[in-house]
């Protein structure tokens, strides 16, 4: 059996929380409130940021940024400094508008 102390003391308790002001309780409840507001606004801004990067993401292709080309029958010619080759371009999309090459002999 419990002790009388300790029934007493549950029964006041309990009337302590009954009893507490609204005013108090109103702040508890408001604060909690807005902190769920918040945190379902910040889950609906995640998933339109989410899907904006996601369809974005799904347009690019390195396709559009590179082009399939073999180098064939590479001459140099260390005398007058020149290099030959023969540049071949492969089945793809896009325009060539020239080429760039860089020598060195490191």
Do not use: P
Not at 28 to 41: F, K, N, S, Y
Not at 62 to 89: I, P
Request: charged letters at 20%; a positive charge; glycine letters at 8%.
């Amino acid at each position: 059996m419990l002790g009388k102390n300790f029934k007493q003391n549950i029964y006041k308790c309990i009337l302590f929380i009954v009893n507490m002001k609204k005013k108090g309780l109103s702040t508890v409840v408001t604060t909690l409130i807005i902190i769920l507001l918040v945190l379902v606004a910040i889950g609906i801004i995640w998933v339109v940021i989410s899907n904006v990067i996601t369809q974005g993401s799904e347009q690019i292709f390195l396709d559009k940024f590179t082009m399939d080309l073999d180098l064939k029958n590479v001459n140099a010619n260390n005398g007058s400094n020149t290099v030959t080759m023969d540049v071949k371009r492969n089945a793809g999309k896009g325009d060539l508008y020239g080429l760039k090459f860089i020598f060195n002999d490191g």
